[in-house]
T-cell receptor
């Protein structure tokens, strides 16, 4: 069965600094990987996904993620954090022939001015 | 905003009761998935509907059931509510339900079971 792990419950960065939110996955077969962001009392907003091709994926709001097959990772990155990026971030994985999307437990990102 | 709407926003029920949650999918999408998000956890997949048929189910008991209508809107029904059913229920719509599809989420329904 597929699963994802987000090893950090909380990430704190200063505004203007680069940020990284970590995600590792475990699947049988090729993974389809997704990042979502959740603001308080809101649903999940799609940021980006990796299906195939270029390992560096660019998404919404300046975020990007790098697929690393050998390390089974899909870390979310942004070169310069904004206070408004503070939110809960979820990594998720799906595999072919399975409609079950598995989410990590989430990482709370706090960007301080 | 995604164009996916859910109703009601909040709901309070007592143990043993039944509840129906509703979801309208984004225009052009024929697939709806439902998720349960308990406090402090990531969403857990309940089931998916594609063209009015159940198209995949997570590890939830049969008292969780659903429907999808010809206009691709959907309902989640939960019978015999338990305290542990208290959670945020999210629906997500996608174009055709393929594993590569992006799912677009609604704002959720917060269910409290007393």
């Amino acid at each position: 069965a597929q699963s994802v792990a987000q090893p950090e419950d909380q990430v704190n960065v200063a505004e203007g600094n680069p940020l990284t939110v970590k995600c590792t996955y475990s699947v049988s077969g090729n993974p389809y990987l997704f990042w979502y962001v959740q603001y308080p009392n809101r649903g999940l907003q799609f940021l980006l996904k990796y299906i195939t091709g270029d390992n560096l994926v660019k998404g919404s709001y300046g975020f990007e993620a790098e697929f690393n097959k050998s390390q089974t990772s899909f870390h979310l990155k942004k070169p310069s954090a904004l206070v408004s990026d503070s939110a809960l971030y979820f990594c998720a994985v799906r595999v072919n022939n399975n409609n079950d999307m598995r989410f990590g437990a989430g990482t709370r990102l706090t960007v301080k001015p | 905003e995604t164009g996916v709407t859910q109703s009601p926003t909040h709901l309070i029920k007592t143990r043993g009761q039944q509840v129906t949650l509703r979801c309208s999918s984004q225009s052009g999408h024929n697939t709806v998935s439902w998720y349960q998000q308990a406090l402090g956890q990531g969403p857990q997949f309940i089931f998916q509907y594609y063209r009015e048929e159940e198209n995949g189910r997570g590890n939830f008991p049969p008292r969780f059931s659903g429907l999808q209508f010809p206009n691709y809107s959907s309902e989640l029904n939960v019978n015999a509510l338990e305290l542990d059913d208290s959670a945020l229920y999210l629906c997500a719509s996608s174009l055709v339900g393929a594993p590569t599809d992006t799912q677009y989420f609604g704002p959720g329904t917060r269910l409290t079971v007393l």
